[in-house]
T-cell receptor, first 109, second 113 residues
Framework: TQLLEQSPQFLSIQEGENLTVYCNSS?????LQWYRQEPGEGPVLLVT?????EVKKLKRLTFQFGDARKDSSLHITAAQPGDTGLYLC?????????FGAGTTVTVRA | DVKVTQSSRYLVKRTGEKVFLECVQD?????MFWYRQDPGLGLRLIYF???????EKGDIPEGYSVSREKKERFSLILESASTNQTSMYLC????????????FGAGTRLSVL
């Protein structure tokens, strides 16, 4: 059973469109991280959110941590083909991260 | 830049073979981790280590063991490889902080025939 549920599992959009990926859990985490993984590579950290209700912006990417620190969302504005990849959320407690199954995003030119 | 290096990108082994996957990090991180990644299942933690010679089981340790004799090196051992251990294996390291930001290697794709 996945501790973190990500939705949707797959997302295919046209360049210039917006998209949102959701990450939900019944558990509370001390922080939540978002990673992006490209084919043949390991995941790379995009952002860490720590405080309930926190919103972080990274250029066209906006990350939100839920007030109860159980869920998060990633919103991409005006997606570009370079945004294509597998997006993973991970909740942190103690030494460990619990990962969602990931959302595969494809942005068509 | 943090660098986590996995010794092999691709490995093909036969059922019953003993398999060693090696991981080295160059940032003096206390924590090191081994995950396997399978489609639709995300990353699942096999073992982790928070210090030299220390190890703890993750969520799916069965069929695996680990070794950490030096701080920078963490090895994953498949004592007798089976076909259901065909997977992508990812190593990661992190500092011992509450945020636990992990840095990953490029992965080893293991096929057991």
């Amino acid at each position: 059973t996945q501790l973190l549920e990500q939705s949707p599992q797959f997302l295919s959009i046209q360049e210039g469109e917006n998209l949102t990926v959701y990450c939900n859990s019944s558990s509370v985490f001390s922080s939540l991280q978002w990673y992006r993984q490209e084919p043949g590579e390991g995941p790379v950290l995009l952002v860490t959110v720590v405080t309930g209700g926190e919103v972080k912006k990274l250029k066209r990417l906006t990350f939100q941590f839920g007030d109860a620190r159980k869920d998060s969302s990633l919103h991409i504005t005006a997606a570009q083909p370079g945004d294509t990849g597998l997006y993973l959320c991970a909740g942190a407690n103690d030494y460990k991260l619990s990962f969602g199954a990931g959302t595969t995003v494809t942005v068509r030119a | 830049d943090v660098k986590v290096t996995q010794s092999s990108r691709y490995l093909v082994k036969r059922t019953g073979e003993k398999v060693f996957l090696e991981c080295v990090q160059d940032m003096d991180h206390e924590n090191m981790f081994w995950y396997r990644q399978d489609p639709g299942l995300g990353l699942r933690l096999i073992y982790f280590s928070y210090d030299v010679k220390m190890k703890e089981k993750g969520d799916i340790p069965e069929g695996y063991s680990v070794s950490r004799e030096k701080k920078e090196r963490f090895s994953l051992i498949l004592e007798s490889a089976s076909t259901n251990q065909t997977s992508m294996y990812l190593c990661a390291s992190s500092l011992r902080t509450a945020e636990n930001i992990q840095y990953f290697g490029a992965g080893t794709r293991l096929s057991v025939l």
